[in-house]
């Protein structure tokens, strides 16, 4: 593991000296005087414990303790205040700020080394604690993402289409959500609840498995019957999604079943298949509308050409292609750049893209040798 970093942070040289020589056999001493020179310390390299003044000129130890805070080095560094001063008020209130321990002068050489051994050995454990779950999530988000892609890319490929259509949806998905939190305070949302936001989009044409193909994959406009028929896409992959009753509690499954019953939903009230409007739909179907719209556009199709992005951004904004929620429509042009640049990184597809492909391919294959 190597040995570990301790950062003593005191604007006493006697109390840093004190210090040091309890700890210095054991852990590499970095010391500062001063509140603003050991938060730059913390940015330039690796701590795994400070030990910090409470009173000392300029910044002090609770102004220390709230930045730390700010940024989120509170989570990665634990610390230990030392000083004289044993009011229960400052006790609780470093507490309340995030120090995991309070040690007072004059200090007990025993006590002290013992805290600091026992505080770094917790944080070390709780970090691989956090690394192993972390990994875990990851592990089962990866699987999922894949079983998703190889679903939804049958059904693109099902309907004619790239493949790409899906991770552009994606990739909008996510520059729209992060966006729409970033602008708004109303609209919180974690990275988690982002991620699977994004990963349900994955899901928003599902319904299309059960449409005939000769309408599903005609080349010319809808006859109103067939209009009427295709619209039921959406009805019939909710439908699909709330037949999953051992899985009704995930959130995942959750926001793909909204993203798929009403992501032809319109702001103004005149979308489907429930003539929902405003507030009344749900962001994530919101957002995947939008992102359905815009990639429909940029894309070539049997019936039309691939508008530029500048073009299908003026159709979008001017109203020609629906009503959208107008807080989504400011942060589609606030990411105007982004978007394009995004969509461009991601033309070609990638490995993972290519796997998804393969099995979807497979899958195909096998379906139409038992139907012969």
């Known amino acids: 593991m190597g040995t570990k970093t301790i950062l003593i942070v005191d604007d006493s040289e006697m109390n840093r000296a004190i210090l040091n020589e309890m700890l210095r056999e054991k852990f590499e001493l970095i010391e500062t005087d001063d509140g603003l020179k050991a938060l730059d310390i913390l940015q330039e390299q690796r701590v795994d ?6 009173v000392m ?28 001063e044993t009011s229960p008020k400052h006790i609780s209130r470093a507490y309340d700020l995030g120090a995991v321990d309070y040690i007072t002068r004059p200090f007990d050489m025993a006590v002290v080394q013992k805290r600091v051994e026992n505080t770094i050995l917790l944080y070390s454990k709780q ?32 309907n004619g289409e790239s493949g790409l259509h899906v991770l552009h949806i994606n990739l909008l998905t996510e520059i729209l959500l992060r966006a729409m939190v ?22 928003h044409d599902i319904g299309k498995i059960a ?11 809808f006859t109103p019957e067939e209009y009427e028929i295709m619209k039921k896409h959406s009805m019939l992959g909710a439908s699909m999604l709330e037949g999953l009753e051992a899985y009704k509690d995930e959130p995942l499954l959750k926001y793909a079943y909204e993203i798929t019953r009403w992501h032809h939903e319109r702001h103004d009230g005149r979308g489907y298949p429930d003539g929902l409007k405003g507030d009344d739909i749900p962001l994530s179907a919101q957002i995947v509308s939008l992102a359905d719209v815009y990639d429909a556009l940029t894309s070539e199709r049997v019936y039309k050409p691939a508008y530029s992005h500048e073009k299908a951004m003026e159709m979008i904004i001017n109203g020609e292609c629906g009503v959208f929620n107008p807080e989504l429509l400011e942060c589609l042009k606030g990411s105007s750049i982004e ?13 993972t893209e290519g796997r998804v492909r393969g099995v979807a391919d497979e899958v195909l294959s096998k379906a139409s040798e038992e139907q012969l």
Do not use: C, W
């Open 182 to 203: 970033i602008k708004y305070d109303k609209y919180s949302l974690t990275e988690q609840q982002i991620s699977m936001i994004s990963m349900a989009s994955s899901l």
């Open 127 to 158: 970090k691989a604690l956090e690394e192993m779950v972390e990994q875990q999530i990851y592990e089962k988000e990866k699987s999922n993402n894949l079983m998703i892609s190889i679903l939804s890319h049958i059904v693109e490929f099902r």
């Open 339 to 351: 978007i394009q640049r995004a969509l461009e990184e991601n033309s070609i597809a990638d490995t």
């Open 49 to 54: 414990l400070m030990m910090l003044d409470l």
């Open 211 to 221: 449409i005939p193909e000769e309408i599903l994959n005609k080349p010319g406009r």
């Open 57 to 84: 000129p300029g910044m002090d130890g609770m102004e220390v303790l709230m930045d730390m805070r700010r940024t989120g080095k509170i989570s990665d560094v634990p610390v230990i205040m030392i000083s004289a």
